[in-house]
């Protein structure tokens, strides 16, 4: 696959849409892609294809991004899991790829 430039919003908030989801017996994989993004800041994240129902909700949820895997956590570095994503929708993420940083930023209970 080739990479691609991606969406953003008038701020220059990349706004990148899931291309499949994966649940294996260790986690939930929403894969993005191979996209230009920069290595610090804020992306949206359209969360296309629901994970799947009947997956055990304590895997803990991964994106792969540009052939990098790395798991989604919370604030306080607790791993975001299949029960905390539900249906489909739009996720506020924080990438810090020099300190290894993917946090979910947006709630994500109704």
């Known amino acids: 696959m080739g990479c691609f430039n991606v969406t953003t919003n008038v701020n220059g908030v ?3 849409s ?3 989801v994966t649940v294996t017996d260790e986690a939930v994989n929403f894969a993005l892609g191979f996209r230009q993004i920069r290595p610090v800041g804020y992306f949206t ?3 296309a294809d629901a994970i ?3 997956t055990t909700g304590t895997l803990p949820v991964n994106l792969t991004l540009n052939g990098t895997t790395r ?3 919370f604030f ?3 791993p975001v899991t299949a029960a ?3 249906g489909t929708g739009v996720l506020l993420v924080f990438n810090n790829r020099f300190d290894g940083i993917l946090q979910l930023m947006s709630p994500t209970a109704a």
């Open 14 to 16: 990349p706004y990148i």
């Open 18 to 20: 899931t291309i499949s």
């Open 45 to 47: 994240v359209r969360v």
């Open 52 to 54: 799947p129902d009947g």
């Open 71 to 73: 798991a989604l956590t």
């Open 76 to 78: 306080d570095g607790t």
């Open 84 to 86: 905390n994503i539900s």
